[in-house]
């Protein structure tokens, strides 16, 4: 972890013997097979957005299992890869509700403050959740409430059940939720399109007067 205002802050919620515990299990696991992301990137969503810039968290449940899809960032792929399924979908209400992204890449808006964290940091390859359960929840959970605890006020875009369970972390009243059905092909049209969330989440900000995501910027 590079932004040492997350690692102190992170710390403070969880028992001293947890980080050892979570670089025990990465020691482990990869050099045990195939993990994704690369072990470099299993923090990316810490790292590529600072603490005190974090305008919007969009939760995500676990990495893409696939060769070179995850990159530590939810819902996010590197523009050389295909977009899997849900991305599409996410691009697609993106296009109806504020405009088109050239690039399906999303590193340009963690870089304006979107945390774009999955509640697991780690998948084995073609195992979705193979995870779950076993390190990441209670570091996570640590990370929503450091958010959770700040002054600014921050957008929490939650899609799909599993990201709506995290809502009983967020009890800051400045803060705004956002949820809806998942962007996965099997949910994408019982709630997601038309949810406007990016939409949503610009008018909350410029109404307390943080500066809007440049949702379409590539």
Request: negative net charge.
């Amino acid at each position: 972890m590079q932004h040492s205002a997350w690692h102190e802050q992170i710390k403070a919620q969880l028992p001293e013997h947890y980080f050892g515990k979570i670089n025990q299990f990465l020691d482990t696991v990869y050099t045990s097979g195939t993990i994704y992301p690369p072990r470099e990137k299993v923090f990316a969503a810490i790292q590529e957005t600072a603490l005190e810039d974090v305008k919007v968290v969009i939760l995500g449940q676990d990495p893409y299992h696939g060769p070179g899809q995850a990159q530590g960032l939810s819902f996010s792929v590197p523009e050389s890869i295909p977009a899997p399924p849900s991305l599409q979908n996410i691009l697609k209400e993106l296009a109806e509700d504020v405009g088109v992204k050239a690039s399906h890449d999303l590193t340009s808006w963690a870089h304006q403050g979107v945390l774009l964290l999955n509640a697991c940091l780690t998948v084995p390859a073609g195992n979705a959740n193979g995870h779950a359960g076993q390190v990441w929840e209670p570091f996570t959970d640590a990370i929503i409430q450091v958010v959770n605890n700040l002054e600014q006020p921050v957008v929490y875009i939650l899609w799909g059940a599993y990201a709506r369970k995290k809502k009983a972390l967020i009890t800051n009243s400045r803060h705004l939720i956002i949820e809806s059905a998942h962007p996965s092909p099997l949910s994408a049209y019982r709630g997601f399109f038309g949810s406007r969330p990016f939409s949503q989440t610009n008018a909350f900000l410029r109404a307390n007067g943080v500066q809007e995501i440049d949702w379409t910027h590539s």
